[in-house]
């Protein structure tokens, strides 16, 4: 592996390892997560496996639902990207699990506020190397694609599918899954343009260049 394609892997990792962070604290704050991971958490506390494995399960089906979409052949690579997120998210559960009082209010807000921001970072950055993105994610550039609209209402449309999945399966639905579907596609929109912004210097542009390359 060459220097430029060790740091694209290297930016990919980071994204998810800050993304599945974003989504252990929303789960964690008890506000309501955004609809497909309360779909994931709701399928874990009824049906049975961890959160991180539904994120695999639901994942492999997506791919098939994008292929669909894009006519083309499924892109099992995306397995590789739902796999680490699954155990990132497990891990990130397993270590935060003591992190927020119930009792305060104040303390889970504080823990949505900065899950639901760093989410629309961690996707942002891992997003941007264009490597194997993650199959929900992938069907939001789809769906930007196909309806020539911004990212911002291709993601809203993907979170009201979800959140009518996540209310059959009892999904933590709360005040923060409606904080998620009015804000979570503008944050993710903020931090692409951002990361957009920040690699237009003439070094970093080049760089991101060869290593899609």
């Not at 900065?114 to 069907?139: E, K, N, S």
């Not at 993601?155 to 804000?183: K, Q, W």
């Not at 003439?202 to 991101?208: D, T, V």
Request: glycine letters at 8%.
């Amino acid at each position: 592996m060459n220097k430029l394609s060790l740091t694209r892997f290297t930016f990919y990792i980071l994204g998810i390892l800050i993304l599945a962070l974003g989504i252990a604290l929303t789960i964690q704050s008890k506000l309501g997560t955004s609809p497909f991971d309360a779909l994931l958490v709701g399928l874990s506390e009824t049906v049975g496996l961890t959160v991180g494995s539904w994120e695999v399960i639901i994942a492999f089906i997506l791919i098939f639902c994008n292929s669909f979409l894009k006519k083309q052949r499924p892109e099992f690579l995306g397995l590789l990207t739902s796999f680490i997120t699954g155990i990132s998210i497990d891990m990130w559960l397993f270590l935060l699990h003591n992190l927020v009082t119930p009792e305060i209010w104040f303390s889970k807000l504080i823990c949505f506020g900065i899950g639901i921001i760093i989410i629309g970072l961690g996707t942002a950055i891992y997003l941007y190397t264009h490597f194997a993105p993650i199959p929900v994610d992938h069907l939001t550039l789809i769906i930007q694609d196909l309806t020539k609209m911004g990212i911002m209402f291709s993601r809203t449309v993907i979170y009201l599918f979800f959140l009518l999945s996540a209310i059959l399966f009892n999904g933590p639905i709360g005040i923060g899954t409606v904080i998620t579907l009015c804000l979570g596609g503008a944050i993710l929109n903020y931090f692409m343009k951002m990361i957009k912004k920040l690699t237009n210097n003439p070094n970093l542009s080049y760089m991101c260049t060869q290593s899609k390359n």
